[in-house]
């Protein structure tokens, strides 16, 4: 086999902070370098600003930072791949480049805009939905985090071929995440006390008015019940309204809605583990990896029974109806009022979580792409 040169669009993974598809660009980079045969297989990874990447000693890589001020993926990464050809260009997100030469794999992560529109500002979705649809079209292979993502592409694009759709799995960091143990500081459940914890953007996607709701009733039908509702994310389109409806609770229910602003890599798992559950009722996930690492966490999960969410909770997590606040408020009091069933939430969800790994998601990512290219020769 003759060296073969793969691209790979880094640029989601070069930014400060990490959200969901950004984290995934990052970890299935480095998963990929990994599992690549290092005689055989170089790689160019392209990014607008310098990138810290995690190359395995002996593996070919290059990184090119090519800065440009606007449309980088549109212009200047497109530009990259007719001046220098490559046999296969990697993009973990969907905005494949309109004018980009050659062979590309794109992941396909959800195609919530169009099922859930009115969960998304105008121009975000008419911008995604332009991707989408020519990155699904031009793509040579497609990659689906999930077989629910996967229906989706075929129920909205019907022309798809199945054939090029390849289902693969996000993975779990396992040396990241893991239980509470006796030596942890406790840091956060000593400031905020016993808490629920929803990590994520602070958004209508992420059914946040519904979170609030629940854990309001919550504190008014269970008084005995003082758990506080930590937050953690950033505030995006549609919190403006979940803030003013916290000013309209009791006193004593609105001050214990802990609204912690973005969290540094490094605080996510310690926060995580600390936590007494984990509600995640969400409106759309196309995989949902935060549920993972609260089982890896050794926390109880409550989460929607829409989307993505069954399929990757396996059984493991208490699943709600995600529109109904008196289903969400009952979950959570099942959890936290019933220990044994606590612990056998816990049990079941680190046996769940041991199912996922990076180390296999690279593996099959670097297969598509090398299959890409043999089926091209």
């Known amino acids: 086999m003759d060296e073969i040169i793969i691209g790979i669009d880094v640029s989601r993974g070069a930014k400060t902070h990490l ?14 370098l990994k599992s690549a045969p290092k005689d055989k297989v170089k790689f160019r990874l392209f ?19 090519m800065r440009f001020p606007r449309l980088w993926s549109q212009l200047r990464l497109a530009i990259e791949t007719i001046l220098h050809p490559i046999d296969v260009l990697f993009v973990p997100a969907h905005t494949i480049p ?22 998304y500002p105008l121009l975000h979705r008419l911008y995604h939905r332009t991707c989408a649809r020519f990155s699904i079209r031009r793509a040579h292979r497609v990659i689906a985090i ?26 779990l960091d396992h040396a990241r995440f893991g239980p509470l143990t006796k030596t942890d500081s406790l840091k956060y459940r000593s400031r ?5 914890l929803f990590l994520g953007r602070l958004e209508y996607k992420k059914n946040i008015h519904r979170i609030v709701e629940s854990y309001a009733s919550l504190r008014q039908k269970y ?11 950033l505030p995006k389109y549609g919190f403006r309204a979940v803030e003013r409806y916290i000013k309209t609770l009791p006193s004593n229910i609105a001050k214990d809605i802990i609204i912690t602003g973005y969290l540094p890599d490094a605080d996510v798992p310690k926060i995580l583990r600390e936590a007494d559950l984990f509600l995640f009722p969400t409106l759309f996930e196309g995989f949902g990896l935060p549920i993972l690492e609260a089982f890896a966490s050794g926390v109880p999960v409550v989460a929607s029974n829409t989307t993505s969410l069954p399929e990757v909770a396996g059984g493991a997590a208490i699943l709600v109806d995600p529109t109904n606040i008196e289903e969400i408020t009952r979950a959570c009091r099942k959890i936290i009022t ?20 990076w180390d296999k998601a690279g593996r099959l990512t670097l297969g598509v792409l090398l299959g890409s290219i043999n089926n091209s020769r």
């Open 98 to 119: 309109f004018i980009a030469r050659g062979r590309v794999v794109a992941t396909i992560h959800d195609l919530g805009f169009l099922r859930y529109p009115a969960l």
């Open 223 to 233: 008084p005995v019940i003082s758990h506080t509702l930590v937050l953690g994310g």
């Open 338 to 357: 019933n220990r044994k069933l606590h612990k056998i939430l816990q049990d079941m969800g680190l046996a769940r979580c041991r199912h996922f790994s």
């Open 19 to 32: 959200s969901g598809i950004e984290y995934y660009s990052r970890s299935i980079v480095d998963a990929i």
């Open 192 to 196: 905020y006390g016993e808490y629920i």
């Open 47 to 65: 990014s607008p600003q310098p990138v810290d990447i995690d190359a395995p000693h002996g593996a070919q890589v290059e990184i090119k930072v």
């Open 146 to 171: 999930s077989e629910f993502t996967k229906r989706d592409i075929l129920h909205y694009y019907p022309k798809t071929d199945p054939r090029k759709i390849t289902v693969i799995h996000q993975g």
